[in-house]
């Protein structure tokens, strides 16, 4: 299940509350326009060479993120207001394929945080 949160407090308690559960956490930040919210996936989980810089590629890069044995991956899109303003529909997309890949993976978590 996606978790959206907003309030800075809120945000910072639940990542709190994750690492303090043991969770791999995974921040993504921000992003203005599409190309920019790509890079930041990229560069801030260190997405494989292959990445290709488009939604498909975002999609296939984050169900095959791995992560530590038995440890569940949270992923955080931490500043995500930016780019609901300034473009909605890239938004819709980005939230769209972190739900799609939430859903299809039992040991990933999505949490996006408008702040």
């Known amino acids: 299940m996606t978790t959206f949160l907003g309030r800075h ?5 639940h990542l709190d509350q994750l690492r303090w559960l043991g969770h791999d956490v995974r921040v993504v930040s921000g992003g203005h326009d599409k190309e920019s919210v790509l890079e930041a996936f990229a560069s801030d989980l260190d997405l494989p060479e292959w990445f ?5 590629a975002l999609l296939d890069a984050l169900r095959d993120l791995e992560g ?10 931490d500043e995500a207001r ?7 529909e890239v938004y819709r997309t980005v ?6 890949v939430d859903d299809e993976r039992s040991d990933l978590n999505v949490t996006v945080v408008a702040r």
Not at 9 to 13: F, I, L, M, N, P
Not at 68 to 77: A, H, K, S
Not at 82 to 88: F, I, T, Y
């Open 9 to 13: 407090s809120e945000a910072d308690d």
């Open 95 to 100: 939230v769209e394929i972190l739900e799609q």
């Open 52 to 56: 290709g810089r488009n939604w498909d």
């Open 82 to 88: 930016a780019l609901r303003q300034a473009d909605p």
């Open 68 to 77: 530590r044995q038995g440890v569940p991956i949270e992923l955080v899109w």
